[in-house]
Every structure is written in structure tokens, then in C-alpha cells.
């Protein structure tokens, strides 16, 4: 399998052309790469930001939800619950 010739530089800059409305065999073109090699790299950068985005959204989550408890006074911590919560 080969490796992919292009930087992370122009995976970005791949991805903004396509935002754009630039037709992957267009890119494909301007790269010298083939069309497959664009639709995979709009794959993999889609996928990585949607991981990305679901780490941030699971990090507010898990800091909020720490913080009510806290705020509550009810930092449940399975078998040493009984001595923080008396």
C-alpha cells in the first residue's frame, strides 16, 4: 500500500477546495494525485474532525457534569461514595 505524498498542509487545503465547491477530479488535477486519493482524503479529514468534535463535546460533558456534582455535593465515586458523602 503507498503512502500518501501529501502534507497535512494540503489535506487542509484540499478540504477548503472542496468547502468551495471544487469538483474532487478538479483537485485530483491540481494535486496530480488521483480523484480516489482526494475522496479518501475528504473521508479521513471528515473523520477526524468528527472525532475531534465528539472529544470536545465529551469532554464539556464529563467537566459539567463534575461540576454540578460538586456544586451539589454529590461527587459519586462508586465505593468511596460513603466517605465523601458522609
Known amino acids: 500500500m503507498a503512502r500518501s505524498?501529501?502534507?497535512n498542509d494540503q489535506k487542509n487545503r484540499i478540504m477548503q477546495?472542496?468547502?468551495d465547491g471544487f469538483s474532487q477530479t478538479k483537485i485530483a488535477d491540481l494535486y496530480e494525485v488521483s480523484q480516489g486519493t482526494i475522496s479518501n482524503v475528504i473521508k479521513m479529514k471528515r473523520y477526524e474532525n468528527e472525532i475531534?468534535?465528539?472529544d470536545q463535546m465529551m469532554t464539556n460533558a464529563m467537566a459539567k457534569g463534575v461540576e454540578?456534582?460538586?456544586l451539589n455535593g454529590k461527587l459519586n465515586t462508586g465505593r468511596n461514595n460513603k466517605l465523601l458523602n458522609g
Open 5 to 7: 505524498s501529501l502534507n
Open 17 to 19: 477546495l472542496s468547502s
Open 52 to 54: 475531534a468534535k465528539r
Open 68 to 70: 454540578a456534582a460538586v
